[in-house]
């Protein structure tokens, strides 16, 4: 089943949302196969940010994913990817449509509570930079037949 990889920001953490989000991953079905407490620090987020080094914002989005702890999930389901991104809505959370994370619960486009992975390929390479192996559990939740209809999950 695929897989992404999603982290909740210090303000996500420091706001005490992390409850209410996990409630709406669980809400809508998405099966949590890995989840952690992290301090990052800044070699990580310049690999998980590369695209942003260059940014006059990057040092203060460093220290801002650095102002506490945070917590690290994978989360799978059937195009769980494209899922999880429509849930989470757009990167600034004032233009973030009400109904998504970002739309309901911030007004930061940097303190936007949340990452989630934007692709399956970049999945994979983000769960692999924050997950060991055994930290991942491929379980099947005893309700799945109640999550999707057999053709879906085949
Ligand atoms: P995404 O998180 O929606 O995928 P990206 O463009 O990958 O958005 O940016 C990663 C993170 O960098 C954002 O979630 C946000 O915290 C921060 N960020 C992006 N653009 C800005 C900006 O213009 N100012 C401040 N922070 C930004
Ligand atoms: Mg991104």
């Not at 994978?74 to 959370?93: H, P």
Request: charged share 25%; hydrophobic share 40%; aromatic share 8%.
């Amino acid at each position: 089943m695929e897989k992404t990889l999603v982290i909740l920001k210090p303000s996500c953490v420091e706001r005490a949302l992390i409850g209410p989000v996990i409630t709406r991953i669980q809400q809508r079905g998405i099966i949590i196969s890995g989840m952690k407490m992290m301090q990052l620090d800044e070699k990580i987020l310049r690999e998980h940010y590369s695209h942003l080094v260059d940014k006059p914002f990057f040092p203060s989005l460093v220290a801002s994913m650095m102002a506490s702890p945070v917590v690290c999930m994978v989360l799978s389901g059937v195009d769980v990817v494209e899922v999880f991104r429509k849930m989470t809505g757009v990167t600034n959370g004032r233009k973030a449509e009400p109904g998504t994370l970002r739309g309901d619960f911030c007004m930061s486009g940097q303190a936007n509570i949340i990452h989630a992975s934007d692709s399956p390929e970049n999945a994979q390479i983000e769960i692999n930079r924050f997950f060991k192996p055994e930290e991942v559990f491929d379980y099947t939740p005893s309700n799945i037949n109640f999550l999707y209809s057999a053709d879906e999950i085949k």
